[in-house]
């Protein structure tokens, strides 16, 4: 969706919550840019603007009865999250679940509060580059994770959402131990604008985020990724 406030302009977020709450969703907005930071100051009861939702989801038949390998960097968690709730409602139609998931130092890892609630059904991994003095967890690269999981490569689907250098980078490590890029689904982080494919800030290739994507096999924009 494209949410802003007026004055400030719009910026592109995937919801985080379930695809089966109906009443409301959730955005996770990480303070930085100009419309981002504008939200920080909001108070209940403050009114955001809201478009959308604008182009696909994931390939949810395609992964039933599949091992899912989920890979998240930074802010990029929140269409990761959203597809983890979606697979634990429906837990039975899935092989094994995994989420790989990096930040850059503890305060800024999205996900504390699901985590001990995934836990029960999916197994998460998660990893820091700078840890502060009372973490306890992994430190290193969220590429890193993959030697703790062992995948069938017949057999599984990887989802990817974060910065272009990690998904490039995981994507040959996905490569090289035998998940083809018909297998690897990538959420484009993007800009978008318009939302109808015509102001071309979204453009990836020919393809459009927010006509095309923001989901694509990762062969449909591997040459152009950034």
């Not at 999250?81 to 998931?101: P, Q």
């Not at 850059?104 to 890892?109: A, S």
Request: hydrophobic fraction near 35%; proline fraction near 6%.
């Amino acid at each position: 969706v494209l949410a802003g406030l007026w004055g400030y302009g719009e910026a592109p977020f995937g919801p985080a919550s379930s695809p089966y709450q109906k009443q409301y969703f959730d955005l996770m907005v990480r303070k930085g840019g100009t419309v981002s930071s504008a939200f920080h100051s909001l108070k209940k009861g403050d009114e955001i603007t809201v478009r959308g939702p604008y182009g696909n989801g994931f390939s949810l038949d395609f992964f039933k009865g599949k091992d899912i390998l989920m890979v998240s960097g930074g802010c990029g968690i929140p269409p990761i999250a959203s597809l983890t709730e979606y697979l634990i409602k429906n837990r039975e139609d899935f092989g094994r679940i995994y989420l790989a998931y990096g930040a850059t130092n503890p305060d800024e890892i999205l996900i504390k509060d699901m985590v001990d609630r995934w836990q029960k059904s999916v197994k998460v991994l998660l990893t820091v580059d700078a840890p502060t003095p009372d973490w306890r967890g992994r430190v290193g690269f969220v590429t890193e994770l993959i030697k703790e999981i062992k995948v069938n490569p017949l057999d599984t689907v990887a989802v990817m959402c974060g910065p272009g250098p990690m998904v490039a980078a995981m994507e040959k490590i996905l490569k090289s131990i035998g998940i083809t890029d018909r297998r690897i689904f990538i959420s484009e982080e993007r800009k978008m604008q318009c939302g109808i494919g015509k102001c071309q800030h979204c453009a990836t290739g020919e393809k459009y985020v927010c006509l095309d994507g923001p989901v694509f096999n990762y062969d449909e924009i591997d040459k152009n990724f950034d």
